[in-house]
C-alpha cells in the first residue's frame, strides 16, 4: 500500500512558476511509475506527466517543454515543475502511482493550481 500527498499549489500570475511535490509513505517510489493528472471544473481528469520505475518520462503534448516531473528516491517524493504556466492549467493536480506508467493503483487527495491572466 502507498500514500500520497500533494503539496505546492497555489495562485499564480500566468508566465509564472510552481514546484509540486507528491510526498509518499508504505513503500519506496522507485519501485513503481509515478504520474501527474489534472482535472479542471467540469471536463475530466487528463493525463500530464509520468515518469517510470526506470526514469523514463512522458508528457502531456499541452505541457511538453514547460513541465518536468522528476522523482527523488531518497526523499521518497515525485516533483512536477511548472514553468511558463497558462490560464488553461489551472486545475485540480493528483499524484498517482501503479506498477506502470499505463495502470495506476493509488491517488493523493490531489492540489489546487490557480492561474490569473
Known amino acids: 500500500q502507498v500514500q500520497l500527498v500533494e503539496s505546492g499549489g497555489g495562485l499564480v500570475q500566468a508566465g509564472g512558476s510552481l514546484r509540486l511535490s507528491c510526498d509518499a509513505s508504505?513503500?519506496?517510489?522507485?519501485?513503481?511509475?509515478e504520474g501527474w493528472f489534472r482535472q479542471a471544473p467540469g471536463k475530466k481528469r487528463e493525463f500530464v506527466a509520468s515518469?517510470?520505475?526506470?526514469?523514463?518520462?512522458y508528457y502531456a503534448d499541452s505541457v511538453k517543454g514547460r513541465f518536468t516531473i522528476s522523482r527523488d528516491n531518497a526523499k521518497n517524493t515525485v516533483y512536477l515543475q511548472m514553468n511558463s504556466l497558462k490560464p488553461e492549467d489551472t486545475a485540480v493536480y493528483y499524484c498517482?502511482?501503479?506498477?506502470?506508467?499505463?495502470?495506476?493503483?493509488?491517488w493523493g487527495q490531489g492540489t489546487q493550481v490557480t492561474v490569473s491572466s
Open positions: 498517482a502511482a501503479g506498477p506502470s506508467t499505463s495502470s495506476w493503483y493509488y
Open positions: 508504505g513503500r519506496p517510489l522507485s519501485d513503481y511509475a
Open positions: 515518469i517510470s520505475w526506470s526514469g523514463d518520462t
